[in-house]
């Protein structure tokens, strides 16, 4: 069966199209899960619209980090790019789970 919105359903909770039935009210519950994630795409892209609006910070201290290929400054980061993203992670060290899942985040993507 191909994806049709849920309003598509008749009011028995069959598909017009097929002989396949769902529970009565799923149509309706879909449109309101439908309504709640366009509602959070909204926020989400308004929360986003914010962040960009804040203004640069300029940095004038010499951070030094300590990477796999020696010390580099903050400026190393950017790898001749004109922005850099931080994202500060803060867990304990026994939190090893919270750290794996947050790793895409954290690690380029690795080049094929």
């Not at 028995?12 to 039935?21: A, F, I, T």
Request: hydrophobic content about 30%; proline content about 6%; glycine content about 6%.
């Amino acid at each position: 069966m191909s994806w049709r919105p849920a309003a598509s359903l008749n009011g028995y909770g069959q598909d017009n199209n097929s002989s396949r039935r769902q529970p009565r009210g799923v149509a309706h519950r879909r449109l309101a899960l439908l309504d709640s994630e366009n509602e959070l795409t909204r926020r989400s892209d308004e929360l986003a619209r914010q962040r960009q609006d804040l203004p640069w910070v300029r940095i004038d201290k010499d951070y030094r980090f300590d990477t796999d290929h020696g010390s580099a400054g903050l400026l190393d980061f950017f790898g001749g790019r004109s922005q850099l993203i931080v994202y500060h992670f803060m867990y304990a060290p026994s939190c090893s789970s919270i750290a794996e899942r947050l790793r895409w985040r954290a690690d380029p993507p690795r080049k094929p």
